[in-house]
């Protein structure tokens, strides 16, 4: 079945540092989410890729969808400890399929 | 508010007494899905359900049921729990008419079995 890889697992950064989080498909997506979990709280969707090469910005997010469309990549640039948690990528293979295959995570923590 | 409700929140029980998770959205979406969360395994589908009376198995349906009588409602059944169904579970529901699109998700319910 498709798998979806992400890492690093963990990332401990200093307040102000950039990050990534890298997800990795063993099978071509039809689009990729990803998705934000607080401690403590629920996965929050933060935003959708369909299109191969799909660049896409939120303040200072930075969503990527490679061109082969099995990869993804998540960067932060100068981050704040209000983005603590969870960052989750999730592969969707096709219409019809309806089944979202989560990577398992990676867990940032933010030194002030 | 748009929402998605889980309850018990929090549930301690024994091994083989039946129990119940009720999930209810109000949005009428028509996708809705049961996840585990466990460490270091992420969010793992136990099964999703494209509409009433639509039922398919995820990736770990084993020692669960579900049923979808009702559009907004989406109960996680355990006949007969056992401790490696401790786990922290997630209902979340979504438009999915092309794919599954953006999923919305409820507070969680964890459960321990003992």
């Known amino acids: 079945g498709q798998q979806v890889m992400q890492i690093p697992q963990y990332q401990h950064v200093q307040e102000g540092e950039d990050f990534t989080t890298y997800c990795n498909s063993s099978?071509?997506?039809?689009?990729i989410q990803w998705y934000k979990q607080r401690p403590g709280g629920h996965p929050v969707f933060l935003i959708q890729?369909?299109?191969?090469?799909e660049v896409k910005k939120q303040k200072r997010l930075t969503f990527q969808f490679g061109e082969a469309k099995k990869n993804s990549s998540l960067h932060i640039t100068a981050t704040q400890t209000t983005d603590v948690g969870t960052y989750f990528c999730?592969?969707?293979?096709?219409?019809?399929?309806?089944?979202?295959?989560f990577g398992k995570g990676t867990k940032l923590s933010v030194i002030p | 508010e748009a929402q998605v409700t889980q309850n018990p929140r929090y549930l301690i029980t024994v091994t083989g007494k039946k129990l119940t998770v009720t999930c209810s959205q109000n949005?009428?979406?028509?996708?809705m899905s049961w996840y585990r969360q466990d460490p270091g395994l992420g969010l793992r589908q136990i099964y999703y359900?494209?509409?009433?009376?639509?039922?398919d198995k995820g990736d770990v349906p084993e020692g669960y049921k579900v049923s979808r009588k009702e559009k907004r409602n989406f109960p996680l059944i355990l006949e007969s729990p056992s401790p490696n169904q401790t786990s922290l579970y997630f209902c979340?529901?979504?438009?999915?008419?092309?794919?599954?699109?953006?999923?919305?998700f409820g507070e969680g319910s964890r459960l321990t079995v003992l």
């Open positions: 949005m009428n979406h028509e996708y």
């Open positions: 999730a592969g969707d293979s096709g219409a019809g399929s309806y089944q979202l295959t």
């Open positions: 890729l369909v299109k191969s090469g």
């Open positions: 099978t071509t997506l039809s689009n």
């Open positions: 359900s494209m509409n009433v009376e639509v039922t």
């Open positions: 979340a529901s979504s438009r999915g008419i092309f794919w599954t699109g953006e999923l919305f």
